[in-house]
């Protein structure tokens, strides 16, 4: 099973302000990696593919980079809409895991 | 526009069954792989079984490999997740989710139910 660790758990930012979230595996995923978004009672969606590829409908303050082990998803200018918890998910091979999550709070 | 709908969700004591129902709409159901992935209350995400878009092949979580079946029936344009020998960390909310085609990322998500397992 490939370990998916992100990594802050919380970070706390201003409106208007940068935030780098970052997400190791335990192992190269090449760039199979999937970030999404969850607010509090709604369902993930979907933001990056393809380790930097927006989805559609996206705003292009979110971007994401990194390839291998080491990913980053990037929110700049951040909204007020923004404030959620961002997940990362490799898609490698079929034991697909997430990574524990981190929460962006004001 | 692709809806997934889940339904069957509810309270079940340990030890229990229950079956989990995933109506897709908005596309073409035996062209795409789904999955059900759960998430228990205040955690993260954690995938649960994956089904090919044919049915053919299926795949499962350790932590419910034996106690979990996943099916699909495409004449009904239906998911099903077959929950068995239910145990209180089973408690979740169950998403049916919609795999990108031919690749493993989570395109599409309904909206979940809640699964209770308690005495």
């Known amino acids: 099973e490939i370990v998916m660790t992100q990594s802050p758990a919380t970070l706390s930012v201003s409106p208007g302000e940068r935030a780098t979230l970052s997400c190791r595996a335990s192992q190269s995923v090449s760039s199979n990696l999937a970030w999404y978004q969850q607010k509090p009672g709604q369902a993930p969606r979907l933001l990056i593919y393809?380790?930097?590829t927006r989805a559609t409908g996206i705003p292009a303050r979110f971007s994401g980079s990194g390839s291998g082990t080491e990913f980053t998803l990037t929110i700049s200018n951040l909204q007020s809409e923004d404030f959620a918890v961002y997940y990362c998910q490799h898609y490698y091979n079929w034991l697909l895991t997430f990574g524990g999550g981190t929460k962006v709070e004001i | 526009e692709v809806q997934l709908l889940e339904s069957g969700g509810g309270l079940v004591q340990p030890g229990g069954s229950l079956r989990l129902s995933c109506a897709a709409s908005?596309?073409?159901?035996?062209?795409?792989?789904m999955s059900w992935v759960r998430q228990a209350p205040g955690k993260g995400l954690e995938w649960v079984s994956e089904?090919?878009?044919?049915?053919?092949?299926?795949y499962y979580a350790d932590s419910v490999k034996g106690r979990f079946t996943i099916s699909r029936d495409n004449s009904k344009n239906t998911l099903y997740l077959q929950l068995n020998s239910l145990r209180a960390d089973d408690t979740a909310v169950y998403y049916c989710?919609?795999?990108?085609?031919?690749?493993?990322?989570?395109?599409?998500w309904g909206r979940g139910m809640l699964v209770t397992v308690s005495s």
């Open positions: 989710a919609r795999h990108f085609y031919g690749v493993l990322y989570f395109e599409h």
């Open positions: 908005g596309f073409t159901f035996s062209d795409y792989a």
């Open positions: 089904i090919s878009g044919s049915g053919a092949s299926v």
């Open positions: 393809a380790a930097s």
